[in-house]
């Protein structure tokens, strides 16, 4: 009976561990990344927004608060936040500590606030990394879900002559996924071994 529930211990760990990895989902188009976020989430469109003072720029409502920071601060009087210096990196960072899905248009735009169709680079805090190279606002739009907080979302600096910007900002918690019955009985098998070896011991 001894390997038995060490067998059964061993697969709970490993079930456990599993379930305490980052998994981030990628969406490429804002209906089936709203799908995936539960309601209640914040959205920022920028909009009659002016340019803050020097340093982060703070957001916040239904719950969840982040700021946006450049190295030459926030660029805000165009209907969109932007860097407002060229070539360098905008990071929003999330401050609420509740964030699992974030999504919204990211794109580059030169010194008139016109769109530009060159290469963008998001990072998130767990190492996720999306590039791609929208053709025009629409297709700018990428969204995240994790089941573990997202702490921070960074946009590479875009170049010589071009600022990193980002619109229509959805801030929120995903929908909590249906585990599959195959998972469960996992699950339950682990944690029956886990008790079965505790009885054990006692």
Same mark, same amino acid.
Request: proline share 5%; no cysteine; charged share 10%.
């Given at each position: 009976?001894?390997?038995?529930?060490?067998?059964?211990?061993?697969?709970?760990?490993?079930?456990?561990?599993?379930?305490?990895?980052?998994?981030?989902?990628?969406?490429?188009?804002?209906?089936?990344?709203?799908?995936?976020?539960?309601?209640?989430?914040?959205?920022?469109?920028?909009?009659?927004?002016?340019?803050?003072?020097?340093?982060?720029?703070?957001?916040?409502? *239904? $719950?969840?608060?982040? +700021?946006?920071? !450049?190295?030459? %601060?926030?660029?805000?009087? /165009?209907?969109?936040? @932007?860097?407002?210096?060229?070539?360098?990196?905008?990071?929003?960072?999330?401050?609420?500590?509740?964030?699992?899905?974030?999504?919204?248009?990211?794109?580059?735009?030169?010194?008139?606030?016109?769109?530009?169709?060159?290469?963008?680079?998001?990072?998130?805090?767990?190492?996720?990394?999306?590039?791609?190279?929208?053709?025009?606002?629409?297709?700018?739009?990428?969204?995240?879900?994790?089941?573990?907080?997202?702490?921070?979302?960074?946009? *590479? $600096?875009?170049?010589? +002559?071009?600022? !990193?910007?980002? %619109?229509?900002?959805?801030? /929120?918690?995903?929908? @909590?996924?249906?585990?599959?019955?195959?998972?469960?009985?996992?699950?339950?098998?682990?944690?029956?071994?886990?008790?079965?070896?505790?009885?054990?011991?006692?």
């Amino acid at each position: 009976m001894k390997p038995l529930s060490r067998s059964l211990s061993a697969l709970a760990l490993a079930v456990l561990s599993a379930a305490s990895v980052a998994s981030t989902t990628t969406y490429s188009s804002s209906a089936s990344f709203l799908g995936n976020v539960a309601a209640g989430a914040y959205f920022e469109s920028y909009d009659g927004l002016v340019d803050p003072p020097a340093g982060p720029a703070l957001f916040s409502g *239904s $719950g969840f608060s982040y +700021s946006a920071f !450049a190295p030459s %601060d926030i660029y805000l009087a /165009g209907g969109f936040l @932007s860097t407002s210096q060229i070539s360098e990196a905008l990071t929003i960072t999330f401050t609420s500590g509740n964030v699992t899905a974030v999504g919204g248009n990211f794109y580059i735009a030169d010194l008139n606030d016109d769109f530009q169709s060159v290469s963008v680079t998001l990072t998130l805090s767990d190492g996720t990394t999306t590039t791609f190279t929208p053709t025009s606002m629409f297709d700018s739009y990428r969204g995240f879900t994790s089941d573990l907080s997202i702490t921070s979302l960074t946009m *590479s $600096g875009p170049g010589p +002559s071009l600022y !990193a910007g980002l %619109d229509n900002l959805t801030v /929120g918690v995903m929908v @909590s996924p249906v585990p599959e019955p195959a998972t469960l009985s996992l699950l339950g098998l682990g944690l029956t071994g886990l008790l079965v070896t505790r009885r054990r011991r006692i």
